[in-house]
Nanobody, 125 residues
């Protein structure tokens, strides 16, 4: 009965901003690193950003560094992905995922414990 529910996606123009939210339930939130992936049409699911259980030292893939900001509110069991200066190449379905803080190694999709169903971000040129 663990649930991760993304929201905040939509259609925007290049240069605009969006804020994605991931509301969780059914898990001990602080014991999970929270991770965002995205999947563009005909591409593999790709890592975007991750944040530790305590909310420190967020980590980003190179293509979004300086534009995206990941944070978490452990009191609300929610993570936020602020996306600024959006580009058409950011267009994808964005997925929220949770990984136990005891899991080590790269942020591969296969290491996630739980997944949301995704929210679509469409950035027009």
């Amino acid at each position: 009965q663990v649930q991760l529910v993304e929201s905040g996606g939509g259609l925007v123009q290049a240069g605009d901003s969006l804020r994605l939210s991931c509301a969780t339930s059914g898990l001990t939130f602080s014991r999970y690193a929270m991770v965002w992936f995205r999947q563009a049409p005909e591409k593999e699911r790709a890592f975007v950003a991750a944040i530790s259980g305590g909310g420190g030292s967020p980590y980003y893939t190179d293509s979004v560094k300086g534009r995206f900001s990941l944070s978490r509110d452990n009191a609300k069991n929610t993570v936020l992905l602020q996306m600024n200066a959006l580009k058409p190449e950011d267009t994808a379905v964005y997925y929220c995922a949770a990984r136990r803080v005891t899991v080590a190694g790269p942020w591969g999709p296969e290491t996630m414990n739980y997944w949301g169903k995704g929210t679509l971000v469409n950035v027009s040129s």
